[in-house]
């Protein structure tokens, strides 16, 4: 069984070889490749500060986007390691297989290296020992043989049903790649904890409910001067043909500890290794070999192994294995979401950003549209004069639809109502025609009110009335379109102080912008003012010519809450 299961595994390796070329030969297949970092729309709720950050030049890494779940269905070979050999028993004319396990999982990643996987197997294995054995004799009642009567040697065997339900870390060994984007194949191992039960019954009496000992005697003395290692293909064969493969008898269990549902309940724990072909976008082939260790010695119904079989002098106890060896089929399942993590490369957004860096040239003294970006760094050469640019020279695109805002209509479009069209609308509507009614239109900056917004200490959190305060402002500023704010943090003690100066600044204003709708051009960024509260962040209406950026990069990155 061993040597076919391993001729089996040779096969699905060179399959694996052969997918591999099938893809990279033929255009119509999937081919893999990174996402669009700009598109917001795979970029869960909860991470979206982040990535709108990101997209400002005010954070240096891009949030995670959301991936897809894997549903895997597989079927393969279940094997018991334990005292009685494990194989395949044939019976009669039809010939059962009767070592066949069937999986369904699923599984999600957490990173590019580890995801989880919830795997349920259902299976049967069997085996029987060629040699004869006695040392049931020394069991007394707890054997079922000796209950039966049986006082000569006898061959053991027995059929297993498995119910095993896991919880695995499964990770990834080759998805970090230096010098392709993606992977065809991904290798991986995993480790985890779960469940087993196991009903273990022996095929111990004929159809007609006899014994087989007069049979078994006389195979045992037929082979005895050749010896049953060098005869085990013939008593293989004699063994098939005599037993009826009933399995009508309980095999040797605990008793009622750990019973379960007519089965013995163990925890087990699992390691394993596999790899996976990609086929399309979608599937993807998986072969696996996982070990399931069970600390229980009685899954095959024989608690002795028994050395030499012939005699049964000597016996040795070692606790029964699974082995599950499959074949199976990954589907991924998940709408605006990247493919799942362990098939993307985490370098990606560092070697496209690389790709995009201009080596310096004659014309880095040139600023040809006037943006304080020199043309040699400049990707986006041709900004319109007055457009705030970010460090790259690109203007901003606040909402992430992929429209700047010097030309977005909606310069705040949701996530749920893009993607937007030319003019950066989305597909969803105000949903009331008088959405700002009642607001009155105060003329002068003058009416913009000054505040303080309190911050708990060493957080950038915004909370309830520090809300309700800014929610007030922006009524305001609706009511004054022409006019900006200056927001101000307060501290300048520390590195630590100053970045969460900026922290809360930058919390305020994306507050006001993403809840609030008001255009970021509006508010002039400062931090790191040594005369305020170091707990405070405060606001006012600017100058008739006061001016600064709306967006900064933070002074201490790596201190960033």
């Known amino acids: 069984m061993a040597s076919k299961k391993?001729?089996?595994?040779?096969a699905m390796a060179l399959l694996s070889t052969v997918g591999v070329k099938a893809q990279d030969g033929n255009s119509g297949m999937y081919r893999g490749g990174g996402y669009d970092f700009s598109d917001t729309t795979l970029i869960p709720e909860s991470r979206l500060p982040q990535h709108r950050d990101f997209?400002?030049?005010?954070?240096?890494?891009?949030?995670?986007?959301?991936n897809q779940w894997e549903i895997g269905i597989s079927g393969g070979l279940l094997n018991v390691s334990g005292d009685v050999k494990s194989r395949s028993l044939f019976n009669g004319a039809v010939k059962p297989l009767n070592t066949l396990g069937f999986g369904l999982s699923v599984r999600k990643a957490w990173g590019y290296v580890i995801s989880t996987r919830l795997q349920y197997i259902h299976g049967s294995a069997s085996g029987y020992n060629y040699q004869p054995g006695q040392g049931y004799i020394g069991h007394g009642n707890l054997s079922p043989w000796s209950n039966l009567g049986y006082t000569a040697p006898v061959y053991y065997n027995y059929k297993t049903t498995i119910n095993e339900l896991s919880l695995q870390v499964?990770?990834?060994v080759n998805n970090l790649k230096f010098h392709k984007a993606r992977n065809k194949v991904s290798y991986y191992m995993l480790a985890g904890i779960g469940g087993l039960t196991y009903n273990t019954k022996i095929d111990a009496l004929n159809a007609s409910g006899g014994k087989y000992d007069v049979q078994f005697d006389e195979i045992a003395k037929?082979?005895?001067?050749?010896?049953?290692?060098?005869?085990?293909?013939d008593i293989s064969k004699d063994l098939r043909d005599l037993f009826d493969g009933d399995y009508e008898t309980e095999g040797e269990n605990h008793g009622d500890r750990g019973e379960?549902?007519?089965?013995?309940?163990?925890?087990?724990?699992?390691?394993g290794a596999g790899f996976q072909v990609r086929l399309s976008k979608r599937l993807s082939l998986q072969v696996e070999d996982k070990v399931t260790l069970t600390g229980d010695d009685l899954v095959d119904g024989q608690r002795w192994q028994e050395w030499p079989q012939t005699g049964g002098s000597a016996m040795t106890?070692?606790?029964d294995n699974l082995n599950y060896f499959s074949v199976g089929l990954g589907i991924n399942l998940g709408g605006k979401a990247v493919d799942p993590l362990w098939w993307m490369n985490p370098m990606d957004y560092g070697y496209n950003s690389m790709k995009h860096i201009k080596a310096p040239s004659s014309n880095c003294d040139k600023d040809a549209d006037g943006d304080g970006i020199s043309d040699c760094f400049d990707r986006c050469p041709n900004t319109p004069g007055g457009v705030s640019v970010d460090s790259h020279g690109c203007p901003f695109d606040t909402d992430g639809d992929g429209v700047f805002d010097y030309k977005d209509k909606q310069l705040i479009t949701p996530t749920e109502c893009q993607p937007v069209d030319a003019d950066g609308v989305g597909k969803c509507p105000c949903p009331d025609p008088d959405c700002f009614k009642g607001i009155t239109k105060i003329e002068g900056c003058g009416n913009i009110p000054m505040g303080s917004i309190s911050f708990n200490a060493g957080s950038p959190k915004l909370g309830s009335s520090a809300m309700n305060q800014l929610n007030t402002l922006s009524s305001s500023m609706r009511s004054n379109p022409n006019c900006k704010v200056?927001?101000?943090?307060?501290?300048n003690g520390?590195?630590?102080e100053q970045q969460r100066s900026w922290d809360r600044v930058n919390s305020v204003i994306n507050y006001m912008v993403e809840k609030q709708g008001i255009d970021r051009e509006r508010f002039i960024f400062q931090y790191g003012n040594a005369s305020g509260d170091s707990n405070s962040v405060d606001y006012r209406s600017a100058g008739p010519d006061e001016t600064g950026p709306s967006n900064m990069p933070p002074p201490h990155p790596n201190l960033r809450k």
Do not use: C, H, W
């Open 222 to 233: 037929k082979y005895a001067a050749n010896g049953a290692y060098d005869s085990r293909q």
């Open 55 to 66: 997209l400002n030049d005010q954070y240096d890494f891009p949030a995670k986007p959301r």
């Open 494 to 496: 520390s590195k630590v």
């Open 486 to 491: 200056v927001v101000i943090g307060n501290g």
């Open 317 to 319: 106890r070692e606790m």
């Open 6 to 10: 391993y001729l089996l595994l040779a």
């Open 170 to 172: 499964v990770a990834a």
């Open 260 to 271: 379960i549902a007519g089965g013995t309940l163990r925890g087990v724990a699992t390691v």
